[in-house]
């Protein structure tokens, strides 16, 4: 029996597949290293000689799946519409269920329990904190050195977890906000912005209490149960609101595909927004103002899961604009930044090409502020630009702007 869980790729998914090749210019993997076997084609092919009984689980399919970014760039050129993303999370979730035990446990300890548990999550933020005072990211071994791309930690993190902001007039409607893993901890300034934004916009905005984690990250890597639990903690939570903010682009992207986790997850990410799309919406609509004021530019980098997984690229050029900034493009096809959630610390050598590509980029661009709506884009681009660059969500940008104009 090939497949062990109920989360593998499906024989349709797989046979969506007409091997035409042209994702193959698009996939950063294919692009660096011109292997069959790195390319979503390869990728398919092999989870389809799985699924047929033709090949094991094993090292070497692993390393094939575990090699993709998750980026979906493939999706979008794909003229079968294959599922790309959906069949790799089921892949990754068939290579962790046949993992040995041990090496599962702490896996999935790592990406369901830890990023699952606000109490963990804040010992790891004061921790963090504490190293990055005391500067010892440039003793630390390879990929935790990536902790120069965090925002400065507070020491002792808050959580927007239970917060109720009410508009000035009647109530638009109710928006619930995903705090997230992450973004709770280490991105306190776009949460702000982005719970003043939903308020001043006309909407009763609250973080619901009984919420988890999006359980992107824990998707991506194989950890289906953990996942799963997630969703169904989330469908609870999100009931009965007109909408679903989440500010981190990733977040966004797996909740709207919530179908894929439980049963009513459908429904649920039909009602999700990321908040690129809700502020602009707002300022379309008039009930956020656009500013006069000339800011300057702004290097704009998509995120794949903002660009490629929603296919959303308007709003937040139509934010930043909005806010009183030029955006000037870096990159006409949207290549990935080589972040993908842990692939930085799982494939540090080939995240670190991808970055360095991607700061290359930024900097032939011209400005010294990005703007990026994702927390691990955000931290990769840190990261590698150093500390003459700004990088910011674009909703924090334009809050910062709302507030200094006096709007
Ligand atoms: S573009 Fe789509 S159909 Fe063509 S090879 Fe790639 S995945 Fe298969
Ligand atoms: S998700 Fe990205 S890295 Fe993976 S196969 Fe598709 S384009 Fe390549």
């Known amino acids: 029996?090939?497949?062990?869980?109920?989360?593998?790729?499906?024989?349709?998914?797989?046979?969506?597949?007409?091997?035409?090749?042209?994702?193959?210019?698009?996939?950063?993997?294919?692009?660096?290293?011109?292997?069959?076997?790195?390319?979503?084609?390869?990728?398919?092919?092999?989870?389809?000689?799985?699924?047929?009984?033709?090949?094991?689980?094993?090292?070497?399919?692993?390393?094939?799946?575990?090699f993709c970014l998750q980026c979906r760039a493939c999706e979008v050129v794909c003229p079968s519409m294959v599922p790309f993303g959906r069949a790799m999370e089921g892949a990754r979730a068939e290579i962790a269920a046949q993992r040995p035990r041990a090496a599962r446990t702490v896996r999935e300890f790592a990406v369901?329990?830890?990023?699952?548990?606000?109490?963990?999550?804040?010992?790891?933020?004061?921790?963090?904190?504490?190293?990055?005072?005391?500067?010892?990211?440039?003793?630390?071994?390879?990929?935790?050195?990536?902790?120069?791309g965090l925002r400065a930690l507070p020491l002792r993190p808050s959580s927007i977890v239970g917060e109720v902001r009410r508009p000035d007039g009647p109530p638009i409607g109710r928006a619930a906000v995903l705090a997230g893993c992450v973004m709770d901890q280490w991105f306190a300034p776009v949460h702000e912005a982005t719970l003043e934004l939903l308020r001043r916009g006309g909407y009763l905005v609250e973080v619901p209490e009984q919420q988890a984690c999006c359980g992107a990250l824990a998707a991506?890597?194989?950890?289906?149960?953990?996942?799963?639990?997630?969703?169904?903690?989330?469908?609870?939570?999100?009931?009965?609101?007109?909408?679903?903010?989440?500010?981190?682009?990733?977040?966004a992207a797996h909740l709207k595909d919530l179908g894929?986790?439980?049963?009513?997850?459908?429904?649920?990410?039909?009602?999700?927004?990321?908040?690129?799309?809700?502020?602009?919406?707002l300022i379309d609509a008039g009930r956020l103002p656009e500013l006069a004021g000339d800011l300057g530019e702004v290097a704009v980098q998509d995120p794949c899961h903002l660009r490629h997984a929603q296919r959303i690229m308007r709003e937040p050029r139509r934010i930043l604009e909005a806010a009183g900034y030029r955006p000037v493009e870096i990159d006409p096809v949207g290549m990935c930044c080589g972040a993908a959630g842990i692939y930085m610390v799982l494939h540090p050598e080939t995240s670190n090409v991808l970055?360095?590509?991607?700061?290359?980029?930024?900097?032939?661009?011209?400005?010294?502020?990005?703007?990026?709506?994702?927390?691990?884009?955000e931290m990769q681009l840190r990261s590698h630009l150093g500390g003459d660059f700004r990088i910011a969500h674009p909703v924090e940008l334009y809050w910062e702007a709302l507030r200094t104009d006096g709007s």
């Open 355 to 377: 970055g360095l590509q991607k700061a290359d980029q930024v900097r032939a661009a011209g400005p010294s502020l990005v703007a990026s709506a994702n927390p691990g884009c």
């Open 260 to 281: 894929h986790w439980v049963d009513g997850g459908e429904e649920l990410g039909g009602r999700v927004k990321d908040v690129t799309e809700i502020v602009a919406g």
């Open 112 to 148: 369901g329990k830890v990023l699952g548990s606000r109490a963990s999550l804040k010992a790891v933020t004061a921790g963090a904190a504490v190293a990055q005072r005391i500067r010892i990211d440039g003793i630390l071994p390879g990929p935790l050195r990536r902790m120069k």
């Open 1 to 66: 029996m090939p497949w062990v869980t109920p989360y593998a790729p499906t024989r349709a998914e797989l046979d969506a597949c007409i091997t035409c090749g042209l994702c193959l210019p698009v996939c950063p993997t294919f692009r660096l290293t011109g292997d069959e076997t790195a390319s979503p084609r390869g990728r398919l092919a092999a989870m389809a000689a799985v699924g047929e009984g033709l090949e094991p689980v094993d090292e070497t399919f692993e390393e094939i799946m575990g």
């Open 220 to 251: 991506h890597d194989g950890a289906a149960d953990a996942a799963r639990d997630m969703a169904v903690r989330n469908l609870a939570a999100f009931g009965g609101y007109d909408v679903v903010v989440a500010d981190a682009a990733g977040c």
